[in-house]
Structure formats: structure tokens, C-alpha cells
């Protein structure tokens, strides 16, 4: 047990690398409590038992059981360890529900690319199991003083907490894309637990419907989000997403971090996923850029600028932007490379692009750890398109 001085934070979260990511929030789930762990923060995480997570955690025992929670199905909760390094080992809480996370598939989606029907369920539980754990009645002697809120999945949680009684730790809600809102029907306010009262402008209602999100940001004691450029655009109609006025209305308690640098996972010295490793020789790069040519089927040029992409591809992220302007790219000439997935319309015209250039333009469509740590080393150019000055 940590000494009692320290500060304890329970992170919440619906991803986390390398067991489970789709985006940003996997790397920063793992990066963000390993450094507050080195400044003598007590972090633990609270995770979804999906498949890959039960099988990548080690040291796995039951801690609690949650069997008489009336909306959700019975649920075990494991203590474990996440495994960064042979020196680094993170305490998580997995959340073992069969019926709502073993299942093939993304954490989101299914294998076709569907939502899964049931994801207010799904991330109900996480985020109720997420306020008993921060609250006095948590089954666990460890308790947190604060609870710290991952995006739409998680935004529950502060409004959990505040309807109950009890003694419950401060809530803290960070924004890493305010695009996903956790938006379903009205009938699930009454479905999740949570109060009548809590489904009205001043709660979690959203036009009509609950937003898991808009509850994290009404309920939550303070916000942050990735920049304090983010910070002021999200509060406009134009970046707020239909939630500017709840944010400039809660400015006194938002506040904009720029999001730091993983250095561990991404130092080219020691970088596993790259076929040259170096500590800081510009000149080894081209071994990298020709194995990225190869890998992605174009011409290896070595003169031949390479610009890379890594992103969710998107309006919001600026991918239409990007497709405008690729067959101007090729003929300064220039190479084009792109890993992500999002919006089947952009994915599939980004694929078409490839049919016109297979030498000139290459598209990865999913995720993939090993590719963006070899574009990002490969390229000589990234490209980071954005409605904003600021990417979400």
C-alpha cells in the first residue's frame, strides 16, 4: 500500500496501449499515469474486461463483485497489472462482464463497422462502477481522491457522483475529442440509474436525447482538454459541437494542457518498430523512409519527398483537405501516405486515389502500432489537416 500522503486517482478509461487503442486516448491511458506514478501519484486505471484485456494484464485476482447493481448485468472486478516494461507496471481494475465485453470486435464497433447496439450499457457500467470506486461505497479499502473522466465513455461518472449522499472524490472530465458524444435515446437516463431530474438542459439532455459527454461536462468539477488554444475554440459554434455554450458557461473551470511526448514508446534510439534506430543522426532516416516505401508497394525514391499521415480520418481531422490536394502532391512530385480509418466515404476515396498513383499515393485503412511508428520515422514531411488551427 502507497503511503497515505500520496495523491490517489482512479483514471477511467475505455482504452489503453497496448492492450486495447483505436486513437489517442490508448497512448495518453498509458503515458499520463505512468508519469504521474513517477511524480508519487498513486494512478490506478479502471478498464473494460474486453478480450484482449483480460488475456494482457497479469496477476489478475477478484477484488468485488457487482450482482445487485439493478440496470446492469452481474459484474466481477479484478485487480491486475499492466505490463509497460520490465520496470514499469501500472494497477488497473478490469471490470469482467461476459455479456457486455466478451465479444469479437472493436471496443466501439463490431467487426462490419457497427456500433455495438448495447454501448449505453456498456460504458453505463464502466462509468456507475466508476463512481461506487470514488465514492464511500466503494467494496475496496483503497478510495480516490480524484476521479479522473476519459471522454464520452466514461462521462457518466460525474453525474453518478453527484447524486450520491455520500462521501465521493472530486471529478475531473478531460476532453481528447469532443466530435464523439455518447448520444442515445432519452429512455436510457431511466435505463443507466441515473435520476429524472438529471435528464433536463442543466444534465445530461441533449437536444431531445442524453449525451454521456454533456453529463462528464455539466456534472464534472473541472475539464480539461489538449491545448489552451482548444480550450477557448471548443467554447465557439463552430468547434463546440452543439456544446459551446455548457463549455464558455464552465470556462472559470476548463482548462487547456498541451498533451506531452511519450518518450519511452517513442524514442528512436530504442524504437523496436523501426528497421534504423538512432539517438539523433538525421542521415540514418533514409534506411527508415526506403523500408516504408517498400512496406507500402511505392517507388523507392530517395529524393522523392515522402509525406505521411497518421490520424482518424475525418471532416473534423481535415481529410476531405487532404484529398483535394493529393494529386497536386504527386505532381510536385511527391509521395503520400496514410494510416487510419473513420468515415467509410473518406476511406474509400483515399483508396481510390491509390488506383490513380500506386506508386505516388498509399493508404492504410485501420490502425496499425508498427506503421505509425515507421511513418512517423520514415516520412520527411507530416501532415496534420484540421477545421482548426488545433487538432482535436
Not at 453529463?215 to 480539461?224: C, E, F, N, V
Amino acid at each position: 500500500m502507497p503511503p497515505s500522503h500520496e495523491l490517489r486517482v482512479l483514471f477511467i478509461t475505455s482504452e489503453v496501449f497496448p492492450l486495447c487503442k483505436t486513437g489517442g486516448l490508448g497512448d495518453v491511458s498509458a503515458a499520463l499515469p505512468t508519469a504521474l506514478r513517477s511524480q508519487q501519484t498513486d494512478v490506478r486505471l479502471l478498464l473494460p474486461g474486453y478480450p484482449k484485456v483480460l488475456s494482457g494484464v497479469k496477476y489478475k485476482s477478484k477484488v468485488a463483485e457487482f450482482n445487485t447493481l439493478p440496470q446492469f448485468p452481474p459484474a466481477t472486478l479484478l485487480s491486475a497489472r499492466l505490463s509497460l516494461s520490465k520496470s514499469e507496471n501500472i494497477p488497473v481494475f478490469v471490470i469482467d462482464c461476459p455479456g457486455l465485453y466478451h465479444r469479437e470486435g472493436g471496443p466501439y464497433m463490431d467487426t462490419l463497422g457497427r456500433d455495438w447496439p448495447d454501448n449505453a450499457l456498456r460504458f453505463g457500467l464502466l462509468s456507475k462502477i466508476g463512481a461506487i470506486l470514488s465514492s464511500d461505497a466503494s467494496p475496496l479499502a483503497w478510495r480516490p481522491q480524484i476521479a479522473h473522466c476519459n471522454d464520452w465513455q466514461s462521462g457518466l461518472t460525474p453525474a453518478y457522483l453527484h447524486f450520491h449522499p455520500g462521501k465521493k472524490a472530486a471529478t475531473l472530465m478531460t476532453i481528447h475529442n469532443l466530435a464523439f458524444q455518447g448520444i442515445f435515446p432519452s429512455g436510457s437516463v431511466t435505463q443507466l440509474g441515473l435520476p429524472l431530474e438529471s435528464f433536463d438542459i442543466n444534465g445530461v439532455e441533449y437536444y431531445a436525447n442524453m449525451s454521456f459527454l454533456k453529463g462528464g461536462l455539466y456534472y464534472a468539477d473541472h475539464i480539461t482538454t489538449v491545448s489552451p488554444n482548444y480550450a477557448k475554440e471548443i467554447q465557439t459554434e463552430s468547434l463546440g459541437f452543439g456544446l459551446q455554450g455548457l463549455l464558455a458557461a464552465r470556462h472559470r473551470h476548463l482548462t487547456g494542457i498541451i498533451n506531452g511526448i511519450d518518450t519511452r514508446e517513442w524514442d528512436p534510439a530504442t524504437d523496436p518498430h523501426l528497421v534504423k534506430t538512432t539517438p539523433a543522426k538525421i542521415s540514418d532516416k533514409a534506411a527508415n523512409k526506403s523500408a516504408l516505401q517498400q512496406q507500402m508497394g511505392l517507388a523507392i525514391e530517395a529524393d522523392i519527398p515522402l509525406f505521411g499521415v497518421v490520424s482518424r480520418l475525418n471532416h473534423q481531422k481535415g481529410t476531405d483537405l487532404l484529398i483535394q490536394i493529393a494529386s497536386q502532391l504527386v505532381k510536385i512530385p511527391a509521395q503520400l501516405v496514410v494510416l487510419g480509418s473513420d468515415h467509410a466515404d473518406l476511406e474509400h476515396q483515399l483508396s481510390t486515389l491509390t488506383q490513380s498513383y500506386p506508386d505516388a499515393i498509399a493508404v492504410r485503412i485501420g490502425f496499425n502500432e508498427a506503421l505509425s511508428h515507421l511513418i512517423e520515422a520514415g516520412a520527411d514531411c507530416f501532415l496534420m489537416p484540421s477545421v482548426s488551427n488545433h487538432a482535436v
